[in-house]
């Protein structure tokens, strides 16, 4: 496993597609905070900001860099017989998928270690410090990164399975597009399903906001990591069971793509 990961990490480090992202990850985390503070609507604290700006950068930006990098990274090992040569190195199928999803894990880790530190260094001169509760911001903090490993396992899942770059690629963009209409989607019924209609004097809410719609609704919102960040980025309070949702989807992910690549053909 050691030397797996170290393989995949001399790859990262080479990949010049890795430290762009990078680069134009800690540079968005810069320009951000500052667009932000010409607008005198919005919030005036750096916390408020950061959970706006990290569920922006959740959805769609970093689940898209995490779907390219995953698909040019991990998507090496299906070219020039590397994937065949660690299997009669004495690897199992099983060591490099966890290798691989590990690898994927720390890119995410990189990238919000790049975010945090970019974004914390120019917001507290702008905004000043901390005014959430300090339960309120580790679980921000922790609910974040969570949403970030499953987007991780999600990538890892499409790039060992499709095992072609390109292929991955463009399943990855579909899932994420569909991600967000449905997101959108559900955030519409949640957010009608608030208001009452005055009809002939009597106050009636809307056909399609039935309160079993409204409850699948914020429960998918809740559940997907896209819709985890659509609420980081509207300035939603972050729920306890939303890292659970995360732990849940990079378990399902991970063991049925396992199950998948120790049966695939490896050519």
């Not at 499709?162 to 449905?182: K, M």
């Given at each position: 496993?050691?030397?797996?990961?170290?393989?995949?990490?001399?790859?990262?480090?080479?990949?010049?597609?890795?430290?762009?992202?990078?680069?134009?990850?800690?540079?968005?985390?810069?320009?951000?905070?500052?667009?932000?503070?010409?607008?005198?609507?919005?919030?005036?604290?750096?916390?408020?900001?950061?959970a706006i700006n990290y569920g922006i950068a959740g959805f769609p930006l970093q689940g898209a860099i995490i779907a390219i990098l995953c698909s040019v990274i991990l998507g090496a090992d299906f070219h020039n017989s590397t994937l065949r040569n660690k299997i009669i190195m004495g690897h199992t199928r099983n060591q490099i998928y966890v290798a691989n999803l590990l690898t994927?894990?720390?890119?995410?880790?990189?990238?919000?270690?790049?975010y945090m530190m970019f974004f914390f260094m120019v917001s507290f001169p702008l905004y000043g410090n901390f005014t959430f509760p300090a339960k309120d911001l580790l679980l921000l903090f922790i609910d974040g990164t969570f949403m970030m490993f499953a987007y991780?396992?999600?990538?890892?899942?499409?790039?060992?399975?499709?095992?072609?770059?390109?292929?991955?690629?463009?399943v990855s963009t579909v899932l994420l597009s569909l991600n967000f209409i449905l997101i959108i989607g559900f955030a519409d019924i949640v957010n009608e399903s608030q208001y009452f209609y005055e009809i002939n004097g009597e106050w009636i809410a809307p056909n399609m906001s039935s309160k079993l719609l409204r409850d699948f609704s914020e429960f998918m919102l809740d559940f997907l990591p896209s819709?985890?960040?659509?609420?980081?980025?509207?300035?939603?309070?972050?729920?306890?069971?939303?890292?659970?949702?995360s732990l849940v989807i990079i378990g399902a992910t991970t063991g049925t793509g396992m199950a998948i690549f120790k049966k695939a053909n490896i050519k």
């Amino acid at each position: 496993m050691i030397k797996l990961l170290r393989a995949n990490f001399e790859r990262v480090i080479k990949s010049a597609t890795f430290w762009i992202f990078i680069a134009l990850y800690g540079f968005y985390a810069i320009f951000l905070p500052i667009i932000f503070k010409s607008n005198p609507l919005e919030p005036d604290y750096t916390d408020q900001v950061f959970a706006i700006n990290y569920g922006i950068a959740g959805f769609p930006l970093q689940g898209a860099i995490i779907a390219i990098l995953c698909s040019v990274i991990l998507g090496a090992d299906f070219h020039n017989s590397t994937l065949r040569n660690k299997i009669i190195m004495g690897h199992t199928r099983n060591q490099i998928y966890v290798a691989n999803l590990l690898t994927t894990v720390i890119i995410s880790l990189a990238l919000n270690a790049t975010y945090m530190m970019f974004f914390f260094m120019v917001s507290f001169p702008l905004y000043g410090n901390f005014t959430f509760p300090a339960k309120d911001l580790l679980l921000l903090f922790i609910d974040g990164t969570f949403m970030m490993f499953a987007y991780s396992a999600v990538y890892t899942f499409t790039a060992m399975i499709c095992r072609n770059p390109i292929i991955s690629l463009i399943v990855s963009t579909v899932l994420l597009s569909l991600n967000f209409i449905l997101i959108i989607g559900f955030a519409d019924i949640v957010n009608e399903s608030q208001y009452f209609y005055e009809i002939n004097g009597e106050w009636i809410a809307p056909n399609m906001s039935s309160k079993l719609l409204r409850d699948f609704s914020e429960f998918m919102l809740d559940f997907l990591p896209s819709g985890q960040s659509y609420q980081l980025a509207n300035n939603n309070i972050v729920k306890w069971q939303m890292p659970l949702y995360s732990l849940v989807i990079i378990g399902a992910t991970t063991g049925t793509g396992m199950a998948i690549f120790k049966k695939a053909n490896i050519k």
